[in-house]
């Protein structure tokens, strides 16, 4: 697939492949960009500022609601495609589309709301004699840089409110996952005019960093790991900067929690997407009156999980990225049981597929859950009461969610004020995410919110007039 600068595709002699994690296969071509196409995109994507502060709030939502419709009657092909690119099961493509479906809507709903407000300068000194009000103005050209786990919805979470808000947008999408991105791409530049959305394809470190450092980019909005977001707000100067990062998830079962229900949360939170989630459960931490009877169940409805051919619907536990990423998980988990920690199922790696794992007498010291591990596994740190267990949940750089099963009132809420997270769910594990909530961690997890009403908020500036009637 070509890029999209200023309307047209654009190719280049460099090429990428994108191959199938499942089986190897090269399933398409995209263009590696180097700084001077990252150059023509910032120019195109300047150039049609105008056209979109020309367009009606009204007209930018009725385009957007045209994209909701393509990308519904395109829902089965782009699930599809997702499956080819990333491995992850075909229901959860299908999720994943219409998400990402759910998150246009809302963005188009949400186009209509852009209030200021009036502001009683009256209220401080010297401001009698003043009308004041708000107004929310688009930012510009904003770069959405995000990661392969989620790619499309994901890039919509930026896309769609930057465009909602009259912003013209650059994507750079995941080298390993750029196809769906261009694909819905293509259906905005059908409505929108030329230069509006833009994709830019290549490496990171070069058309990423480009980006990031151009004063001609207004804003960042970057989705990915805790190391490159770093980098990004180091180098990203006076723009404004909203890093959606990596996530180490606890979710805490107390001795009162109904268990068959903490197993179901877990299983879905740990091995959803193969456990690449940002938002997934990382550590469970069990009280240890009830671990035994906890791990045992744990076990019995993992090994009912199916791994396979991803675009066969009976799958539930598709590849992981890559057979690199799968091997990394492998040796993180061994490196665990080196130190003590006992798999009582799966722990078996084939490509880039590696199998539903539950690690039980899992140290909070132990890699395993001290770094972000993308991959199926389920760690099970026991922890002998309550106040242990928050202490363990909070010993972590980051804080994207966390999520807590009892049955117990003061004990959730409790857990609801300590735990230092961006969300805190109780009786439903971390991995759990409408689209149209404020979205966002503390800590090493990021910077700012996501979620449509919320994005709005990154992805405008706001001017203050002032009239004085005196
Ligand atoms: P990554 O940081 O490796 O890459 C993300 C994007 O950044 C890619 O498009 C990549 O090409 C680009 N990039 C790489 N180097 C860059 C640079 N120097 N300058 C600018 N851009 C650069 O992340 P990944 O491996 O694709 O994704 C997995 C990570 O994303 C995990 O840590 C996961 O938790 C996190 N994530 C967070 C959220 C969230 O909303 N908080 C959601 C999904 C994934």
Do not use: W
């Not at 805490?252 to 091995?271: E, M, Q, R, S, T």
């Not at 769910?425 to 979205?439: A, E, I, L």
Request: charged letters at 25%; one cysteine or more.
């Amino acid at each position: 697939m070509d890029m999209l600068i200023g309307g047209k595709h654009i190719s280049s002699d460099d090429l990428a492949e994108v191959k199938n994690p499942y089986n190897g296969e090269v399933i398409d071509t995209v263009p590696i960009a180097h700084r001077q196409t990252a150059d023509l995109a910032i120019m195109e994507a300047n150039k049609a500022k105008e056209s979109l502060i020309e367009m009606s709030a009204f007209k930018v939502s009725n385009k957007l609601l045209n994209v909701v419709k393509k990308l519904e009657d395109k829902r089965e092909e782009f699930a599809k495609l997702l499956t080819l690119e990333v491995g992850k099961p075909i229901n959860e493509s299908l999720v994943e589309v219409d998400r990402s479906i759910e998150t246009l809507r809302l963005s188009a709903e949400e186009a209509k709301r852009i209030y200021g407000e009036s502001v009683p300068l009256d209220a401080g000194l010297n401001g009698k004699g003043f009308f004041a009000f708000t107004q929310k103005l688009p930012v510009g050209v904003v770069a959405a840089i995000t990661p392969f786990n989620y790619p499309l919805n994901l890039t919509i979470h930026k896309i769609a409110p930057a465009i909602a808000c009259k912003n013209t947008v650059i994507v750079k999408p995941p080298t390993e996952a750029p196809l769906t991105v261009i694909k819905f791409c293509e259906l905005l530049n059908e409505e929108f005019p030329p230069g509006v959305v833009n994709v830019v394809t290549g490496y990171g470190s070069e058309v990423g960093d480009y980006l990031v450092c151009s004063d001609e980019v207004n804003k960042i909005s970057f989705t990915g790991s805790v190391t490159t977001g770093m980098m990004i707000s180091q180098k990203a100067g006076m723009k404004k900067v909203t890093l959606e990062l990596g996530g180490n998830d606890p979710v805490i079962i107390l001795k009162d929690a109904d268990i068959d229900k903490a197993v179901k949360g877990i299983i879905n939170g740990a091995f959803l997407n193969a456990g690449q989630v940002c938002m997934g459960v990382k550590r469970v931490i069990v009280e240890e009156d009830i671990a035994d009877e906890f791990a045992r169940k744990l076990v019995n409805e993992t090994e009912k999980l199916i791994m396979g051919n991803p675009l066969d619907t009976k799958t539930t536990l598709g590849t992981l990225i890559s057979e690199k990423a799968a091997i990394q998980v492998e040796e993180t988990v061994k490196n665990a049981v080196e130190k003590g920690a006992k798999i009582l199922t799966g722990g078996v790696r084939d490509g880039a597929f590696y199998s539903a794992t539950v690690v039980d007498y899992v140290t909070r010291d132990m890699d395993l859950v001290v770094r972000e591990t993308f991959g199926p596994i389920a760690p099970i740190i026991r922890v002998k009461n309550l106040d242990e267990a928050i202490d363990v949940a909070n010993d972590t750089e980051y804080g994207l969610q966390a999520g807590v099963f009892t049955s117990d009132y003061s004990s959730s809420m409790r857990c609801a004020q300590e735990i230092e997270a961006g969300t805190v769910f109780v009786n439903k594990q971390s991995t759990f995410r409408t689209d149209n909530m404020p979205f966002g961690g503390f800590k090493n997890s990021g910077v700012g919110k996501e979620g449509i009403k919320y994005a709005f908020d990154e992805m405008t500036k706001t001017k203050l007039i002032g009239l004085n009637l005196r």
